[in-house]
């Protein structure tokens, strides 16, 4: 007789991080896009108004990429979000970057 054989796989919660880094990634790509429409429909006269969301979007993007970087140290926790998180905050911190480097 052939034995059958039941595997069963227990699910593992999310680092609260992992979703507050994907959170920060969001708001970041929120104010980005933010600030190109103004700065579309002011005809780049939005002055210090687009500098702010921008620098704003940045410290979004940074602090996720930190808040990321730390979720991996939880134990037992399933990673997902921690992983896409971290490299959503990642490409976008070098996109604002290469972005102020050109406006330079």
């Known amino acids: 007789m052939r034995r059958k054989f ?12 992992g979703f507050s880094s994907m959170v ?8 980005f896009l933010v600030s190109a429409c103004l700065s579309f429909f ?9 500098g702010a969301l ?8 940074v602090s996720g990429f930190v808040i990321g970087m730390k979720s991996f140290k939880e134990k037992g ?7 896409m998180g971290a490299m959503a905050n ?3 911190s ?5 972005l102020i480097l050109i406006g330079l």
């Open 6 to 17: 039941k595997y069963t796989f227990t699910r593992k919660e999310e680092t609260e991080g």
């Open 77 to 83: 926790k399933n990673y997902r979000f921690s992983v």
């Open 54 to 61: 921008g620098l704003m979007a940045v410290l979004f993007s």
């Open 42 to 50: 002011w005809e780049g006269k939005a002055e210090s108004w687009i």
């Open 94 to 98: 070098v996109g604002w970057l290469a």
């Open 90 to 92: 990642g490409v976008i």
């Open 24 to 31: 920060f990634a969001g708001c970041s790509l929120l104010l």
